[in-house]
């Protein structure tokens, strides 16, 4: 008689199935698109951070986060744009292939930014091809539901995974005119569903949900059999991520209500500037310890 494992309760991590988890598990290969997929069937909830360079994405790889996204907000948090919209696939690609180089373990998703893909799939796929031949990256991402399901469905079948995203679009901000949530009300809960459920028949492997109401993301994570991979989309999602510069504190002023800063490392570092310069100025750097003689 088959033996039903015991139930688990909130806040429970899954068992290790032999070290097969995506965080904490012990295989040194790559995450692949396979073993979301599984995490989905094992109920396991797993986390995602964005990276943009080799060093902190080797800091986030050594620390077990398996998917990395290599996100066009880059614009916002790193190249010193207003917003995603300018980010170009020449910054995309090239910040991408410095994520590769620096992990060993963590599926890479890198983004396709805005103009790179609206035109239709086969732009869709050039745009993608070039991320993945010359980035190495193991996955695309790219935005809307049922308006970019046919480049969604292009480059599944031509061998490229693809995350979808849906809810809040950023690449969208001057036609939503600002950030606002997503999914309120009967109709527009309905138009979120049908999107999530496009880009999953069109072939996508995950799908993120960005601002939408708790209880809609649930609906939506209990009708999908991808993972759903929430940021601001409450705790029912499979998956959860944020953007690193958010998550340990680096970005300066107001930040989003879903974000949670687990460090404060722009006064930390900002901190450690302050005390290397009053150093220099007193002359105590570099004392005999760091001087050659």
Not at 69 to 74: E, H, K, P
Request: hydrophobic share 45%; aromatic share 6%; glycine share 10%.
């Amino acid at each position: 008689m088959t033996q039903l494992s015991p139930a688990r309760k909130p806040g429970d991590r899954p068992a290790s199935d032999n070290g097969k988890t995506l965080y904490g598990g012990t295989s040194s290969r790559r995450i692949t698109v396979r073993d979301i997929a599984a995490a989905k069937e094992r109920g396991e909830k797993w986390p995602m951070l964005t990276a943009y360079d080799a060093m902190t994405a080797s800091v986030f790889d050594e620390a077990g986060i398996p998917v990395l996204l290599v996100g066009d907000s880059m614009g916002n948090c790193h190249l010193g744009y207003e917003s995603t919209v300018p980010v170009t696939m020449d910054e995309i690609t090239l910040l991408s292939a410095a994520v590769v180089r620096g992990t060993t373990r963590a599926l890479v998703v890198g983004d396709l930014p805005f103009g790179s893909y609206q035109e239709g799939p086969v732009q869709a796929l050039r745009s993608a091809t070039r991320l993945v031949k010359e980035a190495g990256v193991g996955a695309v991402k790219l935005e809307g539901g049922e308006r970019s399901a046919h480049q969604v469905e292009l480059l599944v079948s031509s061998g490229i995974p693809v995350m979808a995203h849906v809810g809040l679009t950023p690449q969208s901000v001057n036609a939503f005119g600002g950030y606002p949530v997503q999914g309120r009300g009967e109709e527009a809960a309905q138009q979120l569903l049908r999107d999530a459920k496009a880009v999953q028949d069109a072939g996508a492997f995950a799908v993120v949900l960005e601002a939408v109401p708790a209880e809609l993301a649930a609906e939506v994570t209990r009708s999908l059999h991808i993972p759903t991979v929430g940021i601001g989309a409450g705790l029912e999602c499979d998956a959860q991520v944020l953007v690193w510069t958010d998550m340990a504190g680096m970005t300066a002023g107001r930040v989003p209500k879903f974000v949670k800063k687990y460090l404060e490392m722009r006064q930390l570092l900002g901190d450690a500037a302050k005390e290397f310069a009053e150093e220099v100025v007193a002359g105590d750097f570099p004392a005999a310890a760091h001087t050659f003689h």
